[in-house]
């Protein structure tokens, strides 16, 4: 213990600066830390251990916080509620490993000291280190969550019933409180979403005080009672009319505040239905007359062509939708589904009546087609909603700076600009402070004193560097339009004072985002961080002859050893891009580091399934007929292995340092038309429409080839030098940065799972096999955006890394190089005294800024797999109805009670296989098998599947 004490010490003392004093103060409350010694390596700083120093009132109520340890993995411990089939269940989580089927096991000990299996997905509510707090841990004391986390003391149940009874106590002597946040939140403060905290704050009377700037509500602070109170509010079964948990509701404790319109549609439906209102019955009438002429297909007949929808029926057809929306969630019932049934159930056209049902409902009364991905307006983020954001952008760009939409710049105004600030350097007199009592802070320069404002002239014209014309390699697909990255190499010679021979490395990046955070890619259409005009146009790296600027990051390699030498970061001018494909690129380099060789990279490649199956959908996934590089240009050839044996030297330093990748693969759709028009109604129907007129979209799904193409590998390792690149350069000039950090695993686990991690991977590709890498999964843990530089573990990279090559796609990306620039131009040379100016974005602004981003990036990860996953899901029901063959080969993962779960190598979904007793037995992670899908339902999504065959 005093080890481990000592380690969260030290990894606390490296990130701890003067300027967070206010956080460090607040995260020590959560923390009882012994520091015994400094000389350990950093591992994670906010795991919670038991500690010896009494608990603090109220230390563990701001569990929500963008850097708080609510975000890390459930550990042994916590006190959490669970979901499952809608019903809430609480408890203390524990842990169980099987070795059998070489995973971790969620496990909980609820009421009694029952347990109770489930996923840790399960888990929407937590609080971090419950039974050590100083109040809990008498009852439950001691339990070494560390050496045994299976393996709790008696009570520990109990002394979870006792906080949960004792919080709905406490709920309900305050309901009057609670149901005033609705009118409060939407009406009064006009909101649309909610925290849990800032629930509780209000019902509490624990809000800020006027004139406190925290808005932490600090002179008062939550209990944990009154938190898990508020929490039970906002998820019991009446309150889920007027707030929905955000799909990241665990760590973040949001919640949507539903319209009053939407709300409205509910409660009147509800009050129909228990009153009998005749309005149901004209309303099923009317739909049971459409649905049986869909089923015979006489959609154009005049009965169907006739009939009109009524305000009563645009109000139940919106209560069905809204059903169809909330109706798939294995955690939170929502009131709907308890009247669906009777509302549906006169029409005797349906079994179990339940999400599916208000699907298929919906298109058999021609409200939606049958391929509606419904994923789209699910997702609590909004896509759609800021296109008139977007337009009104451009038309402001266009009205006060139409110049800056302009694909060239004035290279004469440019020289002129660097001229005039050189003159100006040379000529600054110096400035005497000696009988000033106080400095005054200069502004930065990029910060602009309006947010209407427009820069008039790039604020880094002046100190552009030009890279002439030597060669920049930007390599993408075919398809892509946003190109905001192109790299380069230039060779150093060995020298007396450097004798170790190295290479330049240079990575050029071309530079509404904070509420879309990212570019969504869906298989469906983009929606993108930026307005289109920008991102492929105007700022785009596109090789059409003209001069990009760009902010480039470059590193100096030791040929020998891949270690970084040297870095700089310079705002640049690049004449001559050169644009390939990763295809032709491929086709020249070498593949001795792609696990698996070209033969792997042809596998990939031939893995496409597609619906119809006789009609190939016309994007360029892949290169077009005539490459954009000839293999007979030598030259070129030879640059680009140059690069390909840099970047292999990088990663080899890596692999050193305990990299290591693994691969599951992952499907890629592709649909035609593309994107999918004309976009399906989503109010005002008036009448049914018949889609079968409609072109019902080509699928093609195929494997990703990101581990299976030696160009992409290259173009990989060099985005990580560019993030290495930005590391360095913030923590040399004390800049707030978003770091990417990966924790290493447990320190119980450490040595066995790196012993294991050397062992295994292989030193020539660094990849370690599935079969390998499946034990290892329960103890990786996922990467975390954090102002702390804390390394990333899997990546072998402990300095520190941060995502900057995408800034036309991530809103991270493009705060970093805003902090970027602005630390450029204010540590110009300069004779004045004056103090250096604030970076553009503060600590104290980027740390609620990491939380939005982090909460965003996950919920739009799970909408773009859950988009994916509904087409690939979608192409199976196709040909499950056309009769075709749906057999895949596949590789178990793990056995289950009455199966095992299979990663399909065709396409690389994942599912459960149902298989027979003596099968289950005789089974084993890694063995091959045949598998048949038997059924699927993309809009669960959900595909059942038999055993075929071992291999």
Not at 656 to 664: P, S, V
Request: proline share 7%.
């Amino acid at each position: 213990m005093e080890q481990r004490n000592s380690d969260l010490a030290f990894a606390r003392m490296l990130s701890e600066r003067e300027a967070r004093k206010a956080q460090k103060d607040k995260l020590q409350q959560m923390l009882a830390i012994k520091k015994t010694g400094s000389d350990r390596k950093p591992v994670q700083p906010f795991t919670f251990v038991p500690s010896e120093t009494p608990a603090a009132p109220g230390e563990m109520a701001e569990l929500f916080g963008p850097e708080s340890i609510q975000n890390r993995d459930v550990s042994p411990g916590d006190f959490v509620e669970i979901r499952k089939q809608g019903k809430p269940y609480y408890g203390i989580y524990m842990q169980h490993f099987d070795q059998a089927e070489g995973r971790l096991h969620s496990t909980s000990i609820t009421q009694g000291d029952a347990v109770l299996q489930h996923r840790t997905a399960d888990v929407v509510f937590r609080i971090p280190g419950f039974v050590f707090l100083e109040k809990f841990k008498t009852s439950v004391w001691p339990w070494d969550v560390v050496s045994n986390p299976t393996a709790p003391p008696a009570g520990v149940g109990k002394t979870a019933a006792t906080f949960a009874d004792e919080s709905l106590m406490l709920m309900g002597a305050n309901y009057t409180a609670f149901s005033k946040i609705y009118d409060t939140f939407w009406h009064e403060r006009k909101r649309t979403t909610l925290t849990t905290p800032e629930a509780a704050r209000f019902v509490f009377g624990k809000e800020a005080r006027e004139g406190d700037s925290s808005g932490s509500g600090s002179a008062a602070a939550l209990t944990l009672q009154e938190l898990y109170a508020t929490h039970v509010f906002l998820t019991q079964d009446v309150s889920l009319t007027r707030f929905e948990p955000s799909i990241a509701v665990r760590w973040t404790g949001e919640f949507v505040i539903r319209p009053p319109q939407e709300v409205l549609v509910t409660e009147t439906v509800i009050d129909w239905i228990r009153r009998g209102d005749p309005r149901l019955n004209q309303f099923i009438e009317k739909a049971g007359t459409l649905v049986q002429m869909y089923r015979k297909g006489e959609m154009s007949s005049a009965d169907w062509i006739n009939v009109r929808f009524t305000d009563s029926d645009r109000t139940l057809i919106e209560f069905v939708r809204q059903t169809a929306f909330k109706g798939y969630s294995d955690l939170f019932s929502t009131p709907h589904l308890t009247y669906l049934p009777r509302l549906l159930r006169p029409l005797d056209a349906y079994g179990d009546i339940d999400g599916k049902t208000a699907f298929d409902f919906l298109n058999e009364i021609g409200i939606w087609p049958s391929w509606y991905n419904m994923e789209i307006n699910r997702s609590a983020i909004n896509l759609s909603g800021s296109l008139e954001e977007e337009h009104a952008i451009m038309e402001r760009i266009r009205k006060l700076d139409p110049a800056c939409l302009k694909k060239t710049f004035d290279e004469k105004k440019l020289a002129h600009i660097k001229q005039e600030s050189a003159a100006e350097k040379a000529q600054a007199p110096v400035q005497n402070h000696s009988t000033t009592s106080k400095l005054e802070r200069p502004r930065n320069p990029m910060v602009l004193q309006s947010p209407t404002e427009m820069y008039r002239r790039d604020p880094c014209d002046s100190i552009r560097h030009d890279f002439g014309h030597q060669p920049i390699y930007a390599i993408d697909d075919p398809s892509a339009s946003e190109l905001d990255d192109a790299f380069s190499i230039e060779p150093v010679p060995a020298t007396a004072s450097a004798p170790t021979p190295s290479t330049w490395v240079h990575v050029h990046m071309a530079l509404l985002a904070k509420e879309r955070v990212q570019t969504a890619y869906l298989p469906d259409r983009s929606w993108t961080m930026l307005p289109r005009a920008l991102t492929e146009e105007t700022m785009s790296l596109k090789n059409d002859g003209q001069p990009k600027k760009v902010l480039t990051f470059s590193c100096r390699i030791s040929n020998d050893t891949g270690e970084i030498l040297d870095s700089k970061i310079v705002p640049g001018i690049v004449r001559n891009v050169v644009t390939l494909n990763y295809d032709d690129v491929d086709e020249v380099l070498s593949w001795d580091r792609v696990e698996g060789g070209r033969a792997e990279g042809d596998r990939v490649r031939s893995s496409v399934m597609r619906m119809p199956e006789d009609k190939v959908v016309d994007r360029a996934y892949y290169r077009a007929s005539k490459g954009s590089l000839r293999a007979d240009d030598q030259e070129q050839v030879q640059e680009l292995l140059r690069l390909q044996a840099v970047a292999q030297t990088h990663a080899d330093a890596r692999l050193k340092k305990g990299a290591f990748n693994f691969n599951l693969g992952r499907p890629s759709i592709e649909l035609a038309p593309y994107p999918i028009e004309p976009v399906v109604a989503e109010s005002g129907w008036s009448a049914p429409t018949d889609f079968s007129k409609w072109q019902e979209p080509q699928i093609n799904c195929r494997l990703d080839p990101g581990f299976a193409s030696p160009s992409r590998l290259m173009v990989a390792e060099y985005m990580v030098m560019a993030g290495r690149v930005a590391a360095r350069f913030a923590q040399h000039h004390s800049l707030p940065i978003m770091y990417r950090n990966q924790p290493p695993p447990q320190e119980k686990y450490r040595a066995q799972l790196e012993e294991l991690i050397r062992t295994k991977t292989s030193l020539q590709t660094g990849m370690l096999s599935v079969v390998d890498m499946l034990p290892l999964r329960p103890y990786i843990s996922g990467a975390e955006i954090s102002t702390n530089p804390l390394g990333h573990w899997s990546m072998g990279i402990q300095d520190g890394y941060c995502k900057v090559t995408s800034p036309l796609r991530r809103y991270s990306d493009m705060v970093s190089h805003w902090q970027i620039k602005g630390a450029l131009l204010s540590s110009l040379p300069s004779s004045s005294s004056l103090p250096s100016p604030p970076p553009v974005f503060s600590l104290e602004t980027l740390i609620p800024m990491t939380g939005l981003i982090r909460d965003r990036e996950r919920m739009l990860g799970m909408l773009e797999a859950r988009s994916i996953k509904f087409w690939l899901f979608e192409m199976l029901r196709r040909r499950l109805d056309a009769g075709l063959d749906n057999r895949f080969e596949g590789m178990v993962l793990n056995p289950t009670a009455d199966g095992y779960n299979v990663l399909s190598t065709k396409l690389s979904f994942q599912t459960v296989v149902k298989a027979d007793a003596d099968v289950i037995k005789e089974i084993k992670v890694g063995d091959r098998v045949v598998f048949e899908v038997t059924s699927s339902v993309p809009q669960r999504p959900y595909v059942a599947a038999e055993h075929i065959a071992r291999l």
